[in-house]
């Protein structure tokens, strides 16, 4: 079997793309797709099936265990969509962005799975980072932003052309002279003893957090260990957080805060927050947006605050020359999301998963973007991703570790 992969920047849409491939966009190289039976691995895939789920209240993919697809975490959804791909018996599987939203143990399982088929199913890989091409892939055909394919070469002559070529282009930001006044709490959030689980299923066991102003975290742990749910009760959408020891920006959890008065002091960015933008709303606006904790803008914006996020974005060099925010790529649309966290200088900023989909270009901006704000000592950060990200340079790791009762955590601080 003769796989083929598409290199691609994160400009391109995906949807179209892989809309295109089942269409025969492909024909030259390889046989005809529209005849044969073919699967997605993508978060796409996932987004459709959760979408259809709500819509036509049906089950796509059964789980073994009590938890709901929906409910599963990211990782664990990717899981659970390779085995059911491979249940269908496909001629041919389209793999977009393999390496997202799974830890390294799960990593290895699903390159497992795929390479099982290996001999029987055709092979169609979508990648934007040159680290993520799979060793079987025997062609790689690089298409341009307008979806052209503007070279083909075998793999080795692809990574050779990709190594003498620096992709990781420096950039190097200061932003201090963006941030004025940053709200100041000593400490921002404590946690203590947070157990939490859901049904009988237990997630989090006596997790224990201090963070500090300007401190910048890494939060890594395997799949399924809470990552996400222990952020969710941080910003304040988790009803989890009521009767847990926790302190928030000075006060005590159910001292009569509202969530808003939380969401205030935090910028934040999670993976989900990509699907909850179903309104047009300009680039310009989408950033603005972040002063008033809203998703899209729904007030005429104030002649400072426009200058601000103007700042911001020249500062950062982003000119899309696009006016519409869903005329951008995803991967587009996250560098403008990360923006949109940042634009009010909150105390706190969450970073959930920020770096999927992006390219190694877009990589190696948010890493300067993200220094340069921890440099500043003003704003905490808290990052999570399953990558390690060349250069990004964090004070602290905070882990989750699973046991039986519920993950525990273990902080480690990093020689930067
Ligand atoms: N609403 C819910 N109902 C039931 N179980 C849930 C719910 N939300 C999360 N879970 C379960 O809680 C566990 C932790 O999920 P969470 O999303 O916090 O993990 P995570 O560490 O962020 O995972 P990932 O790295 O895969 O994103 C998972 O086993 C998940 O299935």
Known sequence: MKHIAIYCSNTIDKKQLIQQIEKN?????????????????????????INEAYKHDKIFISTDSDTTFEEMSSGQQRIALAKFIFKQNPDYVIIDDICSNVDKQTLSMVYKLFEEYLNTCLYIQIFSRINDILPYVSQVIEIDNVMGISNVFTQHEFLLKHTLTDVSKKNEYTVSHLLSEVPYFDP????QNVTVAYRTKPVLHKVKWTIKAGEFWELRGPIGSGKSTLLSMIIGDNPKAYGQDMHLFGRKKESGESVWEIKKHIGYFYPKMMQLFNRETSIENMIISGFYDSIGLYIKPLDWQRKVAKEWMENLGIDYNKKNFHELSPGQQ????????????????????????????NISLFVSIINAIAQTKKIAIIFVSHRKEVGLQADYLFELQPTEYGSISKITKLLT
């Open 25 to 49: 966009f492909l024909s030259p190289f390889i046989c005809k797709l529209t005849e044969l039976q073919g699967e997605v691995y993508s978060s796409i895939t996932i987004d459709k099936f």
């Open 334 to 361: 996250r560098i403008i999301l990360i923006i949109r966290a940042i634009v009010k200088q909150p105390p706190l900023i969450i970073l959930d998963e920020p770096t999927v989909g992006l390219d190694d270009y």
């Open 188 to 191: 921002l959030v404590t946690m």
